[in-house]
């Protein structure tokens, strides 16, 4: 139990596209998703909290607008990197808070390379 | 302010004990995590500690002291394969994100 799904797992493309990126709980509810970038050799950074039918909450110095969540239901969020730029170049994780624990399972991650 | 520490690195032996310590300071307590991160995969989860003591979960153990704002990760009967990074995490409130430490990477060699 306590799967969570991320897609794509891998992702390259050309400077100002957007991506899409998928996060599911597979077989638990979860009205919170977290959103987290880790650069090479590095902890994770949280970007933003997402609940479910209500807006995200951003870190500092997380732009909104570049990163667009979405949580439509009690087992999917998404994150969209807007107009995306080799800096934004990271791996992506999502987490799920399943709301009968409240503990956290990770994503696979998506590994987001942008030329 | 929020503050987690654990040792950068740690080196150990094939079927040695190892014991990776993490100190906390944060606002609030709700819990405390273990992560196991391999390089380019995400964190998978080890054991999760709210009241004082000792968690057993086969190999790993993980012990809390809330007084003390101290935990360790023992790992016993040590594999190649448990060269990874631990990551301890502490949740300062319930539905919330965790803080994470910055990781302890540990090799564990033959």
């Known amino acids: 139990g306590a799967v969570v799904s991320q897609h794509p797992s891998r992702v390259i493309c050309k400077s100002g596209t957007s991506v899409k990126i998928e996060c599911r709980s597979l077989?638990?509810?979860?009205?919170?998703m977290f959103w987290y970038r880790q650069f090479p050799k590095q902890s994770l950074m949280l970007m933003a909290t997402s609940n479910e039918g209500s807006k995200a909450t951003y870190e500092q110095g997380v732009e909104k607008d570049k990163f667009l969540i979405n949580h439509a239901s009690l087992t999917l969020s998404t994150l969209t990197v807007t107009s995306a730029h080799p800096e934004d170049s990271s791996f992506y994780i999502c987490?799920?808070?399943?709301?009968?624990?409240?503990?956290?399972?990770f994503g696979p991650g998506t590994r987001l390379t942008v030329l | 302010g929020q503050n987690i520490d654990q040792p950068t690195e740690m080196t150990a032996t094939e079927g040695a004990i190892v014991q990776i310590n993490c100190t906390y300071q944060t606002s609030g307590f709700n819990g405390l995590f273990w992560y196991q991160q391999h390089a380019g995969e995400a964190p998978t989860f080890l054991s999760y500690?709210?009241?004082?003591g000792l968690e057993e979960k086969g190999r790993f153990s993980s012990f809390l002291s809330r007084s003390k704002g101290y935990s360790y990760l023992l790992l016993k009967e040590l594999q190649m394969k448990d060269s990874a990074s631990y990551l301890c995490a502490v949740s300062n409130q319930a539905g919330t994100a965790l803080i994470f430490g910055k990781g302890t990477t540990l090799s564990v060699s033959s």
């Open positions: 500690n709210v009241l004082d």
């Open positions: 987490s799920a808070r399943a709301d009968s624990t409240d503990t956290q399972y």
């Open positions: 077989d638990f509810q979860a009205t919170t």
